[in-house]
């Protein structure tokens, strides 16, 4: 069992690993972003994704030199002795929208223990000016401009319910997901394809969003959103999906995998 002490340890860790990271994005320049593609057409990284993820482990290294790392750009770095907890690290999650100079991007940080329990995480949106957290059992939090909030989720069974989502990069399961979109809205007023994962999950938490649901997104994606959604009091479905430290899922595992949040009635909107 995780020590409360720890877990709130770990938070304070967490939110300083996504406040370096934070601050890189917040140094954003246009004309030295260093664009390229890392496979998928739309599938971009930055300069900045590097240097924030850079800067995102070596914060966490600096208290945590025996916790393993795993992030979207490096992959994962294990210590010789590793103590067990492991940190997963987007450090720009909406990369197009960053390209764009389109407001929703953020460095996602999560910590697990050693057996896999997510115990803290922090989704800092600098150009929000929000940084959103939780520890497990301590409930979910904003910042915003010095002012701290409690989460507590969206507000069940109101008027004009917004359903978040994403699309794939592969023009194949976009289509795909083009075609269940309609049956996906039914009940819904309207949705949302804000272009981040961990934002989605956040403003779940916030009560912004009704319900997220979204197919495709690796451990990075949710790892720090779900948590805080969950502490959040939300109805939360992680996928399934092989550990980084194992390889990590195939692609049509990953394509296959629902990530979902929203209050419970809404939990069976969306596919198992």
């Known amino acids: 069992m995780n020590h409360p002490d720890l877990v709130t340890e770990l938070l304070a860790v967490a939110r300083r690993a996504a406040a370096a990271g934070a601050a890189v994005l917040a140094s954003r320049n246009g004309d030295a972003l260093e664009v390229s593609n890392k496979g998928d057409s739309g599938d971009w990284v930055t300069a900045f994704d590097v240097a924030a993820e850079n800067a995102v482990r070596n914060a966490i290294t600096a208290d945590r030199p025996l916790d393993t790392i795993t992030g979207e750009e490096h992959g994962t770095l294990r210590p010789a002795e590793p103590s067990g907890y492991r940190w997963s690290i987007d450090p720009l999650d909406g990369t197009t929208n960053f390209i764009r100079n389109i407001v929703y991007y953020a460095t996602s940080v999560a910590v697990a223990d050693p057996d896999g329990v997510w115990l803290a995480g922090v989704v800092h949106a600098p150009a929000l000016s929000r940084i959103y957290y939780a520890a ?3 409930g979910a939090w904003l910042e915003e401009r010095d002012r701290v909030t409690r989460l507590e989720g969206p507000v069940a069974g109101r008027a004009g319910q917004i359903l978040a989502t994403g699309f794939s990069y592969d023009p194949a399961v976009r289509t ?14 309207d949705v949302r394809r804000l272009g981040s994962a961990a934002l989605d999950l956040c403003l779940v938490a916030d009560g912004t ?4 649901g979204e197919r495709g997104l690796n451990e990075h994606d949710f790892s720090a959103g779900a948590l ?13 999906l092989a550990s980084p430290l194992d390889g990590g899922p195939t692609d049509d595992d990953r394509l296959a995998a629902w990530t ?7 939990s069976g909107k969306f596919p198992l």
Do not use: N, S
């Open 209 to 212: 969003h009704d319900a997220y």
């Open 228 to 240: 805080i959604a969950e502490e959040a009091g939300c109805w939360v479905r992680r996928p399934r």
């Open 176 to 189: 795909e997901q083009a075609a269940l979109l309609a049956d996906l809205m039914d009940g819904f007023a």
């Open 260 to 266: 979902c949040a929203g209050t419970l009635e809404l």
């Open 136 to 138: 497990r059992g301590q």
